[in-house]
């Protein structure tokens, strides 16, 4: 099991993207973070920045691009039904379009509302 905790600059943005890209709701949410759950047990949390006290490692970083060396991987199964729904709502938030990779998987490239790298794939 993984989780997965995302420090974000505004949440409700970043709920709508979110939402958009897994087709469903948030599992919990409040005014400061919102999380995400599926059946695997798996979950994302999206917290506002706002929380980080002065001395948090992420408060320095607070207002830069996020996820500097990170991926975040999302699999899914249709990968071309997804990209085509954020193709529509989100088109300036593509990376990179469907394609055939060489270790045989097919996927895409997003960018999130805080600069968060998410490939979505088979």
Same mark, same amino acid.
């Given at each position: 099991? &993984?989780? #997965?905790?995302? &420090?974000? /600059?505004?949440? @409700?943005?970043?709920?709508?993207?979110?939402?958009?890209? =897994?087709?469903?709701?948030?599992?919990?949410?409040?005014?400061?973070?919102?999380? =995400?759950?599926?059946?695997?047990? #798996? @979950?994302?949390?999206? #917290?506002?920045?706002?929380?980080?006290?002065?001395? /948090? +490692?992420?408060?320095?970083?607070?207002? @830069?691009?996020?996820?500097?060396?990170?991926?975040?991987? =999302?699999?899914?199964?249709?990968?071309?039904?997804? =990209?085509?729904?954020?193709?529509?709502? +989100?088109?300036?938030?593509?990376?990179?379009?469907?394609? @055939?990779?060489?270790?045989?998987?097919?996927?895409?490239?997003?960018?999130?509302?805080?600069?968060?790298?998410?490939?979505? #794939?088979?």
């Amino acid at each position: 099991m &993984f989780h #997965t905790e995302l &420090f974000v /600059h505004k949440l @409700s943005a970043s709920i709508v993207f979110y939402r958009c890209l =897994f087709g469903k709701a948030c599992a919990d949410y409040n005014e400061k973070r919102a999380v =995400f759950k599926n059946e695997e047990g #798996t @979950s994302l949390l999206l #917290t506002d920045e706002s929380v980080l006290g002065g001395n /948090h +490692y992420f408060a320095a970083m607070a207002e @830069s691009k996020k996820g500097k060396g990170v991926e975040l991987i =999302f699999p899914v199964n249709d990968v071309e039904l997804v =990209f085509n729904k954020i193709n529509r709502i +989100y088109p300036d938030c593509i990376e990179s379009a469907v394609a @055939s990779q060489p270790w045989g998987k097919l996927d895409f490239r997003i960018v999130d509302p805080d600069g968060y790298y998410v490939r979505v #794939t088979t």
